[in-house]
């Protein structure tokens, strides 16, 4: 099957847009550095801002030529819609406001599974090659629907809600427990010291303008922690601050996993329509 330079240009930044997915997943998993996190944020920015426009535009050449319905319709108008609006307008849009202001918010989940919409560019590009003569745009449908159902089920079923429900719990009656149970003094620091060497996830302690306790230094947080990474509890006159990036990196090798089943999907309509072309 012969492919125009243009659909050879569309598929590799179709496929760059998928790869961006699993390098965000993977990087909360490793714990790459905020910095890192940040420009894969924003090169998924890009891609969502790029397909919106490339949505945008076909619909108005559409319109200017009365092929409004046949663009959405047959022509497969309501996939481009689908893979670009809703991830920037729920998605990379106010993330990237949110690094406009310095920061690295924790994306609902609604929102973080709407990167999987991207299948649906896959689906439109090949679909017309890859897919039967009759029916082929029923087939096309049906994969969609497939991806569109899986995109938003799968991480619900994965999600470890239960999980974090009980760390969270933890981290809150600990530090209940810290800031009622000693009136002050050495005997504090030094009880908050053994706490924070049987909790990993304790990262920091201070009572008023006084550090109690820290696990890292400044420029260690400033590397590798946004405001997303980590728990602040405020009890009485003291601050704990917990790290969220066991929760965030089960939630992403979820996400991650998912990614594969549905990649799995296509490429077995991929190569199934490709034998029977």
């Not at 998924?44 to 801002?49: E, I, S, V």
């Not at 993330?95 to 560019?121: E, H, Q």
């Not at 009880?191 to 109690?212: F, H, M, N, Q």
């Not at 997303?228 to 939630?251: G, H, N, V």
Request: glycine share 10%.
């Amino acid at each position: 099957m012969k492919m125009s330079a243009r659909r050879i240009g569309a598929a590799v930044i179709v496929f760059l847009a998928l790869a961006e997915i699993p390098c965000e997943d993977f990087a909360l998993l490793f714990g790459l550095p905020l910095g890192l996190r940040r420009l894969i944020r924003c090169a998924g920015f890009g891609f969502d801002l790029f397909f919106t426009a490339w949505f945008l535009v076909g619909l108005y050449a559409a319109s200017l030529n009365r092929k409004t319905r046949r663009f959405l319709g047959f022509e497969g108008g309501w996939m481009d819609f689908l893979a670009s609006v809703p991830l920037l307008v729920l998605y990379s849009g106010p993330a990237m406001f949110s690094l406009a202001a310095g920061g690295l918010p924790l994306v609902p989940a609604l929102a973080r599974i709407t990167r999987n919409l991207r299948f649906l560019r896959f689906l439109k590009i090949f679909r017309l090659g890859f897919f039967p003569a009759r029916g082929r745009a029923g087939a096309a449908f049906c994969v969609s629907v497939l991806v569109l159902a899986g995109a938003f089920a799968g991480p619900f079923v994965f999600r470890p809600g239960l999980l974090e429900t009980r760390i969270l719990d933890r981290h809150f009656s600990s530090a209940l427990r810290l800031s009622r149970g000693t009136s002050g003094g050495e005997s504090l620091a030094r009880e908050i010291r053994e706490y924070g060497r049987e909790e990993p996830d304790l990262l920091s302690v201070k009572r008023e303008a006084a550090s109690l306790y820290s696990r890292y230094d400044s420029a260690h947080y400033r590397r590798y922690y946004g405001p997303a990474d980590y728990l602040w509890i405020k009890s009485r006159d003291m601050d704990f601050y917990f790290s969220l990036k066991p929760l965030l990196a089960q939630e992403a090798g979820a996400g991650a996993s998912w990614f594969c089943v549905l990649a799995a999907l296509c490429l077995a309509f991929f190569f199934r329509g490709r034998k029977k072309t």
